[in-house]
């Protein structure tokens, strides 16, 4: 479990620190402050560097630029400099990010390209770039070297003449999941109820979303895409106590979604580490004591670490309302607070949190 994490010329920070994080830790702070991007971070590092984390991330903020891989190909690339600090590149840019678990480090730095590398990275008819980037680590055994375009984006590794080296030499990273309030389609979520089942686990999703819907008694995901078309966007029905028809997920909003992916995501992610951004999204205040017992509860008993952020007080309060009802989950629990302007962020342990709440302390 990762207890410190420390990120230098990353994204909007300079030099950053989060010490004394618990197994459930939630990251709060003004518009802007970074909250999204130390998830990104604890998602590259707990990847072990791979790239395709880079990808996504540059996916979810729309940070892409057109790339020419030759033979006509163009796809959508990650514009790179906006992972360093200052949102510029040159030789030698780089960042690194760290944590105390079993000393895992990441260095991500650019390098001029050369006639010397070792092999050409791209197909003979594509441009060979000038810039690329290095993914070194602790736990990386042979860094792959990525191109950069000209207009600053990564290439594709499915491009590269080298196949992908990164999946040859990598060491098998712990199971990782990032939720946003947008993700999560139905197809991925289908897969993971799949593991629910071979675990014999559904009680345990069922009992998540009784959170807001006591009458749930089971829950099913269509087979046929025919079905799943014709079942709305979501294709998963629920049953309810007194039987009768079963209802499509989606016609109940987007909270029983949200909740569904959460329960999910938390089971899928035993041994490893769930990242939830805004994690209170499409849940009413009345049921947020409930969400976190439920959080934090599924991430004591399947060894998961949590990080998530909000904006929402109603969402601290739920936390501090746990913390008081349930004293034995005090330790597994506490709030950072995120500000660029300090060089580490404010921690609140369990107590600090509850006494904050009771006394109306601004705590995001």
């Known amino acids: 479990m990762i207890r410190t994490f420390t990120l230098k010329s990353y994204r909007g920070f300079d030099e950053y620190e989060l010490a004394d994080l618990t197994r459930v830790n939630l990251l709060v702070g003004r518009n802007n402050s970074g909250k999204t991007s130390i998830l990104e971070a604890v998602h590259f590092l707990a990847a072990r560097g791979d790239p395709a984390v880079l990808t996504h991330s540059a996916n979810r903020r729309g940070e892409l630029n057109a790339v020419e891989a030759g033979s006509g ?15 510029r590149i040159k ?33 003979d008819d594509a441009d060979q770039p000038s810039l690329l980037l290095r993914i070194r680590g602790s736990n990386i055994r042979n860094s792959p070297m990525i191109p950069i ?18 999946s040859e030499t990598a060491p098998e990273p712990p199971p990782v999941q990032f939720v946003t309030p947008d993700s999560l389609d139905f197809d991925p979520m ?53 039987g009768g028809r079963r209802i499509p997920l989606s016609s109940h909003g ?11 995501s938390l ?18 205040w009345t049921v947020m004591e409930e969400m976190w017992r439920l959080v934090v509860e599924t ?19 739920g936390l501090a309302s746990l913390v008081e009802s349930r004293p034995d989950l005090a330790g597994d629990v506490s709030i950072q607070k995120i500000e660029r302007s300090l060089k580490e962020a404010v921690r609140f342990d369990a107590a600090d949190v509850l006494a904050a709440v009771e006394q109306n302390v601004e705590l995001r």
Not at 95 to 122: C, M, N, P
Not at 190 to 195: E, H, I, K
Not at 255 to 264: D, Q
């Open 73 to 87: 190909r163009q796809w959508g690339g990650p514009e790179i400099s906006h992972f360093f600090f200052g949102h």
């Open 91 to 123: 030789p030698g840019t780089d960042f690194h990010l760290s944590s105390d678990d079993k000393h895992v480090q990441i260095e991500v730095v650019i390098h001029t390209a050369g006639i010397e590398d070792e092999f050409r990275l791209l197909d």
């Open 149 to 166: 375009a000209e207009n600053g984006a990564l290439f594709n590794l499915r491009h590269l003449r080298a196949r992908n080296p990164w």
């Open 190 to 242: 289908r897969a993971m109820w799949d593991n629910v089942l071979i675990e014999g686990r559904e009680s345990e999703v069922i009992n998540a979303m009784k959170v807001l819907e006591d009458d749930i008694e089971s829950i099913h995901f269509l087979t046929s895409e025919l079905s799943r078309v014709r079942s709305g966007r979501s294709g998963v029905l629920l049953g309810f106590r007194g």
């Open 254 to 264: 987007d909270g029983m979604r949200r909740l569904l992916a959460l329960s999910l």
């Open 267 to 284: 089971i899928r992610t035993e041994q490893g580490i769930l990242l939830v951004d805004e994690i209170d999204t499409g849940l009413h």
């Open 299 to 317: 991430a004591r008993r399947s060894s998961v670490q949590v990080f998530a952020t909000t904006h929402s007080y109603d969402c601290i309060r």
